[in-house]
């Protein structure tokens, strides 16, 4: 566990009028330091960006749209149904021009929390 910096400024007067720089317990002394150096607030650690989630690649028939909340339904072949919302259409797939009977292919991602799921949907090309 860091240390933690805890500065208060001291009443002087030959400072009156200057800002005053505090440091909580919820601050690290990294930041302090860059504060109080003149430099911008760094930070210690690399971001990094979560996992994309990834599933299997299948096709399947729509079978329900619920245009005003914003999902729908497909249907595998073997009689299951997938959920899948507006925001998981590929890019350029615009939700409005979907159509029940519309053949699909999109990424099956199961997810144990909250079942299975569609990514990606994209409409198969009419013959």
Do not use: W
């Amino acid at each position: 566990m860091g240390t933690v910096a805890v500065a208060h400024a001291v009443a002087d007067p030959s400072r009156a009028g200057k800002r005053r720089e505090h440091v909580g317990p919820h601050m690290s002394a990294d930041y302090f330091y860059a504060r109080t150096s003149g430099g911008a607030p760094t930070r210690s650690s690399k971001l990094s960006r979560p996992d994309v989630p990834r599933g299997t690649l299948v096709t399947g028939r729509i079978v329900n749209l619920l245009i005003g909340q914003c999902h729908g339904f497909i249907r595998l072949p073997n009689a299951r149904e997938i959920y899948f919302h507006r925001a998981d259409l590929q890019e350029g797939t615009a939700f409005n021009d979907l159509q029940i009977g519309d053949a699909v292919t999109f990424e099956l991602l199961e997810d144990a929390a909250s079942g299975a799921r569609a990514l990606r949907v994209v409409r198969r090309e009419r013959p």
